[in-house]
Structures are given as C-alpha cells and as structure tokens.
T-cell receptor, first 111, second 116 residues
Framework: RKEVEQDPGPFNVPEGATVAFNCTYS??????FFWYRQDCRKEPKLLMS???SGNEDGRFTAQLNRASQYISLLIRDSKLSDSATYLC????????????FGPGTSLSVIP | DAGVTQSPTHLIKTRGQQVTLRCSPK?????VSWYQQALGQGPQFIFQ???????QRGNFPDRFSGHQFPNYSSELNVNALLLGDSALYLC???????????????FGPGTRLTVT
C-alpha cells in the first residue's frame, strides 16, 4: 500500500458545483497535513493546513479524520480558476520529518 | 516581497554528465528543501538544508548532493545522470523555528531537467 493515496480523478465538474477530494495515509503516526494546488506546469502552492478540528477558508473546507486516517478537501461554488491538480501532503515524524506528497487529483471546472 | 527563485528554468543533459541547479529562498526564509517531480506524480523529497548543513534526507542515492550558502541560497548537484533523472526539480523555502522547521513551504517555479 502506498503511503499517501488520493482519488484518482480526473474530476470534471460544472461551474458552481461542490466537489470533494479524499486523501488516505497509511501511517497512523503522521502528524501534520496540508493541501497544495498545482497548476499545469507550475509549482505547487500551499492552499491550506489541515487541523484536527477542521478548518475553512472561504469556499474551501479541510477535514482530518485520524481514526480513519484520511483528510478531505471540499470546494464549494467551483470557479473556472479552481481548475488545477490538488496534492495532499502528509508529514511523518521519524528520525527525520518525512514529507510525503500524494500523487494528486486533477480538477477541471467546466463553464 | 521576493519569492523563491530557481535557475535555470530548463536544462538538457546527456547520460553520465553532472548538473547543478540553483535556488534562492523567499525573503526572510532560512531553510531550503529540494524535491523531484516526475511527470504525473507528486513531488518526492530529496533533502533539506538549514544553517549550511543537510538536516534531513529522503530516499535518494548519493549521486544527489547539495549545498547551502551563508545567504541561505542553495544548490542541488546530480552526478552520473541517468535517463530516470529527467524530472521537474523544485526548491521550497520555509522557516526554521525553535521547535524545528515550519512545515509551510513556498515553492519556486522549478527547473525542468531532461536527460538524453
């Protein structure tokens, strides 16, 4: 089993739709979680951290479920500009801080 | 506010050659991490530098080495290039805090390396 897995995608949704991405991680000792977005042929950009209590930033909501070892990202009222690949990141503290990116889920918002 | 910069943007090398990539962190940041991103995959952590020392290293062979300078900029060196080293190489900067490094990273635009 891979350390971090994401919905395979791609997701094609109409403008205004609500879309949810899931990311699962295999090591229960993972301690920090993030969502990044990456536009085509560009660098990843930090979207939001994910906290145990859940957190919201405008149209974006991130949730963490430690018991089931997954994080989620919900995007409401999708915009064309939301089209990108969404990467989840898990940090596992071992003898060093192991930064693990998921493979990403591609989102296309269609007019 | 100067963001993370990387050079060159593109590079073509031949198998067996050596390459050096460069990165300047975001203004105010002191920690630099390097990642390799193959097409269609998420970035993979190579190593991290702080105070001119390699602090953490991922699962990459010794052909991958690096350096950090007193001004916090960094270099990634890859020796004996293989075809499989073709990828986008990303540099990310962050801050080192009292308890360790801040996990929030800011990425540069990357260097696209092609090995033929």
């Amino acid at each position: 089993r891979k350390e971090v897995e994401q919905d395979p995608g791609p997701f094609n949704v109409p403008e205004g739709a609500t879309v949810a991405f899931n990311c699962t991680y295999s090591n229960s000792a993972s301690q920090s979680f993030f969502w990044y977005r990456q536009d085509c042929r560009k660098e990843p950009k930090l979207l939001m951290s994910v906290y145990s209590s859940g957190n919201e930033d405008g149209r974006f909501t991130a949730q963490l479920n430690r018991a089931s070892q997954y994080i989620s990202l919900l995007i409401r009222d999708s915009k064309l500009s939301d089209s990108a690949t969404y990467l989840c990141v898990v940090i596992l503290k071992t003898s060093y801080d192991k930064v693990i990116f998921g493979p990403g889920t591609s989102l296309s918002v269609i007019p | 506010d100067a963001g993370v910069t990387q050079s060159p943007t593109h590079l073509i090398k031949t198998r067996g050659q050596q390459v050096t990539l460069r990165c300047s962190p975001k203004s105010g940041h002191d920690t630099v991490s390097w990642y390799q991103q193959a097409l269609g995959q998420g970035p993979q952590f190579i190593f991290q530098y702080y105070e001119e020392e390699e602090r953490q290293r991922g699962n990459f062979p010794d052909r991958f080495s690096g350096h950090q300078f007193p001004n916090y900029s960094s270099e990634l060196n890859v020796n004996a290039l293989l075809l499989g080293d073709s990828a986008l190489y990303l540099c990310a900067s962050s801050l080192w805090l009292a308890g360790g490094w801040s996990y929030e990273q800011y990425f540069g635009p990357g260097t696209r390396l092609t090995v033929t």
